[in-house]
C-alpha cells in the first residue's frame, strides 16, 4: 500500500509526507478572514481544500473536495488552537502516488513535486 499525509506545520506551510515528501508554502492570504485557501490535486484524482486561519480560528483545515480512485480517506480534525492546531489527512492507494500539486484558486502558478 502507498500512503501519504497532510499537515499543517506552522502558521505557513503544508506538509506532505509518505511516498512523496514535499512542503508547500501556502500564498499569504490563505489564512485571511476572506482567504480561499488553496487546492491540492493528487495523481490518483484526488483533490482537497486547504486552509489557514479565517473566522475558524488558528486551524489548519483540510478538507477532501474529491476523492480519487481506488483511494481510502483518514481525516482527524484539529480540537485545540495550543496544541493540536492541525487536520491530519491520510490517503492510502494500492496504486503508487506519482505527483502532488498545490495551486491557488484564480491562479495560474502552480507548485508541484513528483517522484
Do not use: Q
Not at 489564512?31 to 493528487?42: R, S
Not at 492507494?93 to 508541484?112: D, I, L, R, T, Y
Request: charged share 30%; glycine share 12%; aromatic share 8%.
Amino acid at each position: 500500500m502507498h500512503e501519504l499525509k497532510f499537515y499543517g506545520a506552522s502558521d505557513d506551510l503544508l506538509e506532505v509526507e509518505g511516498a512523496i515528501t514535499e512542503e508547500f508554502n501556502p500564498p499569504i492570504d490563505c489564512d485571511d478572514e476572506d482567504g480561499e485557501g488553496v487546492h491540492v490535486a493528487v495523481s490518483d484524482g484526488t483533490l482537497l481544500h486547504v486552509r489557514y486561519g479565517g473566522t475558524g480560528g488558528a486551524f489548519w483545515r483540510i478538507n477532501v473536495v474529491k476523492k480519487g480512485r481506488h483511494t481510502a480517506v483518514a481525516h482527524v480534525a484539529a480540537t485545540d488552537e495550543d496544541g493540536d492546531y492541525t487536520d491530519r489527512l491520510t490517503l492510502t492507494a494500492e496504486e503508487p502516488f506519482e505527483w502532488v500539486a498545490m495551486v491557488k484558486p484564480g491562479s495560474n502558478n502552480v507548485a508541484m513535486r513528483g517522484k
